[in-house]
Nanobody, 117 residues
């Protein structure tokens, strides 16, 4: 069982920045993909950033150029740097890791991000 602990959420004004962290209890090299998802109230959970073991990153158009995902294998931590935040970025942000080899898919508990206008 892998534990994922997110931190860094909070309240910020539009145009501001936040950096989210996701600390894993196992080495990140175990996982094929590490991702961040966002769930706004009453909406589905959507992908906002992903990074593969090889370092390839993926972003939806809505956050591209504003959000950056990165990882520190030595600290077993994945980060999400969020700049130029907008009110529509408000939601609970979840960290996810998965491994096809081990058949594993894990979620963190989520961290709230609120962007005021």
């Amino acid at each position: 069982q892998v534990q994922l602990v997110e931190s860094g959420g909070g309240l910020v004004q539009a145009g501001g920045s936040l950096r989210l962290s996701c600390a894993a209890s196992l080495s990140l090299v175990r996982f094929d993909t590490m991702s961040w998802y966002r769930q706004a109230p009453g909406k589905q959970r959507d992908l906002v950033a992903a990074i593969t073991r090889g370092g390839t990153t993926t972003y939806p158009v809505s956050v591209k150029g504003r959000f950056t995902i990165s990882r520190d294998n030595a600290k077993n931590t994945v980060y999400l740097q969020m700049n130029s935040l907008k009110p529509e970025d408000t939601g609970v942000y979840y960290c996810n890791v998965n491994s096809r080899l081990w058949g594993e898919n894990y979620w963190g508990q989520g961290t709230q991000v609120t962007v005021s206008s």
